[in-house]
């Protein structure tokens, strides 16, 4: 180290004083969009409490941050937060699994069979076309008013999307690179899976992404029709008894567990796709 | 050079078929590669040189004809056999190492013995320290490199060489010719090019096979005879008196100022 070294966090590591300069400017930026961002949300926190006090707008139709942050530790402490939050978690993971596991097995099998991926074509194409809340009843009809016709509901949402863009990611494979791999010999097995399936690996990476999204929906949507546990049931609750701030708290909770998965499937693709990492 | 023969496709053709209609790309076109030869096959543009080694390297089954290596008909691909293609497609999501090596693993040969060789192969051409690259971290040059080693990684007695200098830049084209050459001289392999370069053909070959346009049959065959001070190498053989008389002779076998103009 030449200079003087200096122990701010702005200029850690730098090699050089022009260095530090450039990596002073960099992080410098990076602190102010942080805190921005965090005073954007205590203004707009600041104003909704501040309005609901003082009348500018009916905190009985709006609830206000305090309620919900009173509300929160209600939930918490009777429990009733953590049997929720597990619920819809469960019943999301569940669907978002099934959904992707069967999709991109489903998926395997059209490549590797063209002609049923023929016949099949037309059918995925129009139930991955139709809206699956339009199915919710028929698999409450089917199921019953159970976890089951919550996750077959999330699951439905999510497969067909999954079978079509992972199939599409499969077909699109190098016909180079299984020409490579057929000049040593491969196996129609060996194709699929030294060229075929990790081609699409950032294909699934962005399907995973969205079936994540897709599940909550799949899982909300199936909870506010047939369930007696779950944020969605919460937030029908909630409505029904018109008690507002037990709906803005679920929707909060709901905002939290959708932002956690998404930041869990990205630690993923950290690290299944590391030749892209740079 | 042994004349003892190891490559000889006999009576072949092709025809591709398309909705359309058919194509034919071959016909009855016979041929011969001695062991330990260097040949190259040049030809007119779309002519079918691809298809022809399509059949020989066995990825391609021809619509009449078969394809003998050492007078035993071979149908589909054969371990003897190993292939260079035009571009390197290297799989981005390997590791320099790990696309060398990927030969190997579906050969199923992937051994102690056979990974130690692809990291000597790795190491001799240049690649040392490149192990745990990805491809997009290398040069055009050091990518086609690779590409070689994953060939070569396998022992194959045959190569068989689509273009794989045309997408590279001049110098490092050289150079890899150089190394290519060398390998095959040094290890007694068999090779067969198949290159739109007239000059390329000249410089590394011991015989010439000209073919005619489509549907494609053998026109001419030179045996190169050059006249250089050391040992031949395609960069001497270059300067070598005879050279320039090879390519008048074969470009105007190929005929191609009447073709394009």
């Given amino acids: ?278 | 050079m042994s004349a003892r023969e190891r490559i000889r496709g006999e009576g072949l053709s092709y025809t591709y078929l398309t909705r359309t209609g058919e194509t034919l790309a071959l016909k009855d076109l016979d041929l011969t590669i001695r062991a330990g030869e260097f040949c190259s096959i040049v030809g007119p543009s779309g002519c079918g040189k691809s298809t022809l080694l399509g059949i020989i390297s066995g990825l391609l089954q021809p619509t009449e004809g078969q394809v003998l290596l050492d007078g035993v008909n071979i149908r589909g691909t054969h371990e003897r056999v190993g292939i260079l293609l035009q571009k390197d497609h290297l799989f981005e999501w390997r590791t320099v190492l790990q696309n060398a090596e990927l030969g190997l693993e579906i050969r199923g040969g992937n051994t102690a013995e056979a990974r130690r060789r692809a990291h000597q192969l790795l190491e001799s051409y240049g690649l040392a320290g490149f192990e745990n690259s990805y491809p997009h971290q290398l040069s055009g040059g050091m990518r086609q490199r690779v590409a070689l080693i994953r060939t070569l990684a396998t022992d194959p007695d045959v190569l068989l060489l689509d273009e794989p200098f045309s997408a590279l830049d001049y110098q490092t084209k050289l150079i890899l010719e150089r190394d290519v050459h060398r390998i095959i001289r040094e290890d007694k392999k068999t090779a067969l090019l198949v290159t739109h370069d007239i000059e390329e053909a000249v410089s590394m070959s011991d015989r010439v096979i000209v073919l005619s346009g489509r549907p494609a049959q053998v026109k001419n065959v030179y045996d190169i005879a050059l006249t250089v001070a050391a040992e031949r190498t395609p960069m001497n053989s270059r300067d070598a008196p005879e050279f320039r008389a090879y390519c008048k002779s074969i470009w105007e076998d190929l005929d191609i100022e009447r073709r394009t103009l």
């Fill in chain 1, 1 to 278: 180290m030449n200079g003087a070294p200096s122990s701010s966090f702005l200029t850690r590591g730098a090699v050089s004083e022009r260095h530090a300069q450039f990596l002073r400017s960099l992080r410098l930026r990076q602190t102010k969009v942080l805190i921005v961002q965090f005073a954007v949300l205590a203004a707009f926190l600041g104003l909704w409490q501040l309005a609901a006090t003082w009348r500018i707008i009916d905190p009985f139709i709006t609830s206000q941050p305090s309620a919900i942050a009173q509300k929160f530790l209600e939930l918490a402490n009777d429990g009733s937060l953590g049997y929720n939050v597990a619920i819809t978690v469960f019943e999301t993971l569940v669907g978002f699994a099934v959904g992707t596991v069967a999709g991109i097995a489903i998926a395997g099998l059209f490549w590797w069979w063209d002609f049923l991926s023929d016949v099949a074509d037309p059918y995925v194409v129009v139930l991955n076309a139709t809206p699956k809340m339009a199915l919710g009843p028929v698999f409450i009809i089917w199921l019953g008013a159970t976890i089951s016709a919550v996750i077959a509901l999330a699951v439905s949402i999510s497969l067909f999307v999954t079978i079509l863009s992972v199939y599409s990611a499969f077909r699109q494979a190098d016909p180079d690179k299984l020409v490579v791999v057929s000049s040593f010999g491969a196996s129609k097995w060996q194709q699929f899976s030294k060229v075929v399936f990790p081609s699409a690996v950032p294909t699934i990476i962005a399907t995973l992404k969205v079936n994540i999204g897709l599940s909550l929906i799949g899982t909300i949507v199936g909870e506010f029709l047939a369930a007696n546990a779950g944020l969605g049931y919460l937030i029908i609750y909630g409505q029904n008894i018109f008690n507002m701030s037990l709906v803005m708290t679920s929707v909060v909770i709901l905002t939290v567990i959708a932002g956690a998965m998404y930041y869990a499937v990205s630690l993923i693709e950290r690290h299944l796709v590391p030749w892209r990492r740079d």
